[in-house]
């Protein structure tokens, strides 16, 4: 079966550092979805693309995060600077481009601000 | 926005027994997931059931959209079932297609 590829696992780093998260969809997927999960609760919504425009970013932090999907396949999503209260669980997810399609979870990155 | 709503909040069971687990949503959806969160952090599918009855293995599922709840039948358990279980949907009416998840619930299964 087909997965959401991730990388990296895992990712520590100190507060005011740049990071940047990788993840490759299930090919032929045009739905990408990047997720954040705190400790202790769900995963919440950052960013939605379709092929490689945004769809929803309305809870995506735009002074210090980022997310691209230039040639609407794989994408990055960038926090510079970090800080503390980004400790959290990434997640990105795909579908295919239809509404209600079932979202594919990659393993997610987890990443520690020191 | 819509609400999901999971219980038990928590559970510990004994290996073997059987758990029913319940996730309520408080409008209609178009998608509904389950998914096994591994101590690793790992988010698993476990079932797309926006409707209907599914199974697979020692897990089942049911949706009654029109009563807006679903229902997850883990059966004979084992201790690698233990984790948290997340129940996610989508509404029906969102501008989106992003996934609400539940608060889930945790099980413990004991040897």
């Known amino acids: 079966e087909a997965e959401v590829a991730q990388s990296p696992r895992y990712k520590i780093t100190e507060k005011s550092q740049a990071v940047a998260f990788w993840c490759d969809p299930i090919s032929g997927h045009a739905t990408l979805y990047w997720y954040r999960q705190i400790l202790g609760q769900g995963p919440e919504l950052l960013v939605q693309f379709q092929d490689e425009s945004v769809v929803d970013d309305s809870q995506l932090p735009k002074d210090r995060f980022s997310a691209e999907r230039l040639k609407g396949v794989d994408s990055t999503l960038k926090i510079q600077p970090a800080e503390l209260g980004d400790s959290a669980m990434y997640l990105c997810?795909?579908?295919?481009?239809?509404?209600?399609?079932?979202?594919?979870f990659g393993d997610g990155t987890r990443l520690s601000i020191l | 926005g819509i609400q999901v709503e999971q219980s038990p909040p928590d559970l510990i069971l004994q290996e073997g027994a059987n758990s029913t687990l319940r996730c309520n949503f408080s409008d209609s959806v178009n998608n509904l997931q389950w998914f096994h969160q591994n101590p690793w952090g790992q988010l698993i599918n476990l079932f797309y059931?926006?409707?209907g009855t599914k199974q697979n293995g020692r897990l089942s599922a049911t949706t009654v959209a029109t009563e807006r709840y679903s229902l997850l039948y883990i059966s004979s358990s084992q201790t690698t079932d233990s984790g948290v279980y997340f129940c996610a949907v989508v509404s029906n009416g969102g501008a989106t297609n992003k996934l609400i998840f539940g608060t889930g619930t945790l099980l413990a299964v004991q040897p």
């Open positions: 059931i926006p409707s």
């Open positions: 997810a795909s579908s295919l481009g239809q509404p209600g399609q079932p979202q594919h």
